[in-house]
């Protein structure tokens, strides 16, 4: 089975741009969660989504959103991009049923905001 | 919300040593997992564990649910093993995959 996908690796953006981020998870999977990583505020939970329906968000402003698509393939939106947004993105899947198995990560997208 | 705390925040071994990584958390909880992170971000699954033992390899996890804590076992380390080792728990109570992630701990092993 191939693993969790993320595109882009990496992004440099300026501030006040948006940005989309996109994840495919694993074959079979209908839940997808993003993550985002910075030093000073370690791993945090964005949102999830699971059957195209946000199923729990994190405390995000709104400038953060995301969808799914009915091959629950998922993307994340950050528009008017501000420099504490540089993080490294993750996303992570899972069949999202019972909270009891286990959750793959992707290798992530770096983003930069300069 | 559930407070994950892995212990030691740090730790540096030589190359061969053994060593023990601690999480504690303050809830119940359904799902813990054991990550490790490589040098290029990516979170590789080390184990699924909320209850019990498991080895694989080198690698052996414990978890004691009703003392709320669970431990990483690393033996006879290798250089490779270096890194940061996240501990992560979900308590499914709402329906939801939000998975609470410690600050994990950064292990560098010497050659």
């Known amino acids: 089975k191939a693993g969790v996908t993320q595109t882009p690796r990496y992004l440099i953006k300026t501030r006040g741009q948006q940005v989309t981020l996109s994840c495919s998870p694993i074959s079979g999977h209908r839940s997808v969660s993003w993550y985002q990583q910075t030093p000073g505020q370690g791993l945090q939970f964005l949102f999830e989504y699971f059957s195209e329906t946000q199923r729990n968000k994190g405390n995000f402003p709104g400038r953060f959103s995301g969808r799914q698509f009915s091959n629950s393939r998922s993307e994340m939106n950050v528009s008017t991009l501000e420099l504490g947004d540089s993080a490294l993105y993750l996303c992570?899947?899972?069949?999202?049923?019972?909270?009891?198995?286990?959750?793959?990560f992707g290798p992530g997208t770096r983003l930069t905001v300069l | 919300g559930i407070q994950v705390e892995q212990s030691p925040p740090d730790l540096i071994l030589q190359e061969g040593a053994n060593s023990t990584l601690r999480c504690n958390f303050s809830?119940?909880?359904?799902?813990l997992q054991w990550f490790h992170q490589n040098p290029w971000g990516q979170l590789i699954n080390l184990f699924y564990i909320p209850s019990g033992t498991k080895q694989n390899g080198r690698l052996s996890a414990t978890t004691v649910a009703t003392e709320r804590y669970s431990l990483l076992y690393i033996s006879s380390s290798q250089t490779t093993d270096s890194g940061v080792y996240f501990c992560a728990v979900l308590n499914y109570g709402g329906a939801t995959n939000k998975l609470i992630f410690g600050t994990g701990t950064l292990l560098a092993v010497q050659p």
């Open positions: 809830d119940s909880v359904n799902n």
């Open positions: 992570a899947s899972s069949s999202g049923t019972s909270g009891t198995d286990t959750q793959y």
